[in-house]
Nanobody, 124 residues
Framework: QVQLVESGGGPVQPGGSLRLSCVAS????????MAWYRQAPEKRRELVAA???????NYGDSVKGRFTISRDHAKNMVTLQMNSLTPEDTAVYYC??????????????????WGQGTQVTVSS
């Protein structure tokens, strides 16, 4: 079963930087769009950044110019570089991926999977 494992969260001071990573693993599969979402307490989950296999990234308005999403296709990894962090960036960050599992040599219909989340806390 394909799983997403995130790493890199933690506490950081305002103005600081953090780098989140997410690796997809488990069986034979292809990944399509990989993305990061976040959810702050008592708020809805929102898109932070998404990056398709081919094409340009898409960023949430609140992170444009500060965050950068990138992928390592060979490692099935997506990374989120976060700069100029503010307390408003405090949230649980979730990795998200559209994957197609290969079973018996046949690619299955793509499904969306989520990581377990990693906490980012921006505070002085």
């Amino acid at each position: 079963q394909v799983q997403l494992v995130e790493s890199g969260g933690g506490p950081v001071q305002p103005g600081g930087s953090l780098r989140l990573s997410c690796v997809a693993s488990g069986g034979t599969f292809s990944t399509y769009t990989m993305a990061w979402y976040r959810q702050a307490p008592e708020k809805r989950r929102e898109l932070v950044a998404a990056l398709p296999t081919v094409g340009q990234p898409n960023y949430g308005d609140s992170v444009k110019g500060r965050f950068t999403i990138s992928r390592d296709h060979a490692k099935n990894m997506v990374t989120l570089q976060m700069n100029s962090l503010t307390p408003e960036d405090t949230a649980v960050y979730y990795c998200n991926a559209e994957v197609s599992v290969v079973r018996g040599g046949i690619a299955q219909s793509p499904v969306t999977i989520w990581g377990q989340g990693t906490q980012v806390t921006v505070s002085s």
